[in-house]
């Protein structure tokens, strides 16, 4: 389980290095793609075999479904770990979640996120103040 957040740095050659624990969960391959909320998701092969397992079950006959495929398989990639635990983020990963010099990276369960440092922390201060209200929805169908 993938936990906590990270202020890491892309460098001009758009490389990231991970948090090593993050790294060592990771496994040496593992899928970026776009993400909901304009950040990147970055799944161990297993947790992505997973996802797209549930997503190829969405019904071919329903155009939200379809997008939705699209808007995360088409926008996939495979990468792997440099010699200095560095990964690669492609240009158009890079430009589609708006990530610049200081990117925060963040735990999020079964996968890792790649956020632009004021998306995330404009994200994390509107949850913050939502906070209370989740946990009351969520108590409503007994998750909390």
């Excluded at 997503?55 to 997008?67: C, H, I, K, N, P």
């Excluded at 200095?84 to 010099?101: M, N, Q, V, W, Y």
């Amino acid at each position: 389980m993938f936990i906590g957040e990270y202020n890491h740095t892309l460098d001009d050659k758009n490389r990231l290095s991970l948090p090593a624990k993050f790294r060592s969960d990771l496994g040496k391959k593992i899928i970026i793609t776009r993400g909901l909320d304009r950040c990147l998701s970055v799944y161990t092969a297993l947790e992505w075999k997973k996802f797209t397992a549930k997503l190829s079950e969405l019904s071919f006959g329903q155009s939200d479904s379809r997008a939705f495929q699209r808007f995360i398989l088409g926008g996939a990639v495979e990468v792997e770990f440099d010699k200095s635990g560095r990964i690669l983020i492609p240009e158009f990963l890079k430009t589609f979640a708006g990530l610049s010099d200081r990117v925060f990276v963040t735990g999020a369960g079964n996968r890792v996120e790649l956020w632009n440092e004021t998306a995330w922390t404009t994200y994390a201060d509107r949850i913050a103040g939502q906070a209370d209200q989740l946990a009351e929805k969520l108590g409503e169908i007994g998750m909390v």
